[in-house]
Structures are given as structure tokens and as C-alpha cells.
């Protein structure tokens, strides 16, 4: 298993160009999320999603969109890239068990710089 | 959205010293998981915490939920350089989703 795989591992963007960042789970996982990570601030929930065809907005969504066609890839998108998204995104997926608490299992990151 | 508080920040000791990380809120959390991340990489899951006042052990490393499930910290025992990273608390709002603590930087000098 190849986990949650991200790409690309970096990316320059000017302002107001677009892009997709990519996550597949090779796991069959239900759940999947979308993080960004800030300098000295922690992680911070974009938009996060249940199962196919079902998503929903996290803490921090505006400037972002995602999809999830299918159980396996939840791309995360930005239309017009300002200089506030510059950051690293993380990907990460999780199982569901009743019975136990799953792990969220995270991506290597994309970092992304908005110039 | 809750907060989770992490202390402290930064943390630079030499090889062989003991350490505490603390993470806070004033709510409650279901669980409360402890990362750990690598510079260029994801955040690996350490344990998690489920019950009031329960306490983990993995190798040198010591976890424990409060009591009233708001708190946690994470003792590290003769801490070595290979415990070098960013540490970071997650607490799960009842809802499959995490919320995590700004983390603290752990150097170990040899």
C-alpha cells in the first residue's frame, strides 16, 4: 500500500492563477481531509469529506473547493491563488471503526508559494 | 471550534534531560491524539487518548489524558537526539474531526 499519496511535493503560483492539488488513498479509507500548515500555527481544517460525493467546509474554506467522485482521490482546488494561501497542505485519510478510534493517516504535504 | 493551547512553543535541551509538553483547552474532547512531524514530511500519530485520567507509555515517551478530558500532556524520559521534531496535540470534536494545537519544536542536542 502506497498510503495517501499528494502532488505535486511543491509548486510557485502568481497571484491569481489556479491549480488542483492532488490525494489518492489507496486504503479505502471513508474519510478525507484537507489541512494547510502555517508557520508556528498548527494545522488548520480546509474542507474535509465523508465518503463519496459528500464533502463539507472545514475551519479555514474560503479560496478553496474540493470534490470527491470517488472513495480514493479528494483533489483539492484554488481558482485565483492569493499570497495568503501560501503555505503546506496535507492530505490525510481515515477508516471508521465503531469500535476503536482510527488513525488519520497523512500525506508527504505539498508546499505552495503564491508570488 | 475548540482551541487546543500547546506549551511550550519551543524546546531546546541536551541529550539526557527530561521533558514536559502540555496541551489545554476549556472544552472537551472524545480523544486527544499526540504527533509527531519531520521537516518535508506528514505528521506521524504517536498514540491516542480515550478515557478520563489514562495514561500511555511508548518506549521513553508518557501520555495522559486529564481527568476531565480537556488536557494532556507528554513526558519524554532521557530525551535523545532522534526526538528531535515538531510535537503536536489533536483533540477529536465528536464528529470525525480533529482539531490540533499549534505544536511545540523539540531540539535534543547531543
Known amino acids: 500500500n502506497a498510503g495517501v499519496t499528494q502532488t505535486p511535493k511543491f509548486r510557485i503560483l502568481k497571484i491569481g492563477q489556479s491549480m488542483t492539488l492532488q490525494c489518492t488513498q489507496d486504503?479505502?479509507?471513508?474519510?478525507m481531509y484537507w489541512y494547510r500548515q502555517d508557520p508556528g500555527m498548527g494545522l488548520k481544517l480546509i474542507y474535509y469529506s465523508v465518503g463519496a460525493g459528500i464533502t463539507d467546509k472545514g475551519e479555514v474554506p474560503n479560496g478553496y473547493n474540493v470534490s470527491r467522485s470517488t472513495t480514493e482521490d479528494f483533489p483539492l482546488r484554488l481558482e485565483l491563488a492569493a499570497p495568503s494561501q501560501t503555505s503546506v497542505y496535507f492530505c490525510?485519510?481515515?477508516?471508521?471503526?465503531?469500535?476503536?478510534?482510527?488513525?488519520?493517516?497523512f500525506g508527504p504535504g505539498t508546499r505552495l508559494t503564491v508570488l | 471550534t475548540q482551541l487546543l493551547e500547546q506549551s511550550p512553543q519551543f524546546l531546546s535541551i541536551q541529550e539526557g534531560e527530561n521533558l514536559t509538553v502540555y496541551c489545554n483547552s476549556s472544552s472537551v474532547f472524545s480523544s486527544l491524539q499526540w504527533y509527531r512531524q519531520e521537516p518535508g514530511e506528514g505528521p506521524v500519530l504517536l498514540v491516542t487518548v480515550v478515557t478520563g485520567g489514562e495514561v500511555k507509555k511508548l518506549k521513553r515517551l508518557t501520555f495522559q489524558f486529564g481527568d476531565a478530558r480537556k488536557d494532556s500532556s507528554l513526558h519524554i524520559t532521557a530525551a535523545q537526539p532522534g526526538d528531535t521534531g515538531l510535537y503536536l496535540c489533536a483533540g477529536d470534536e465528536y464528529g470525525n474531526k480533529l482539531v490540533f494545537g499549534a505544536g511545540t519544536i523539540l531540539r535534543v542536542k547531543s
Open positions: 490525510a485519510s481515515m477508516g471508521y471503526s465503531r469500535s476503536i478510534k482510527d488513525t488519520q493517516y
Open positions: 486504503m479505502n479509507h471513508n474519510y
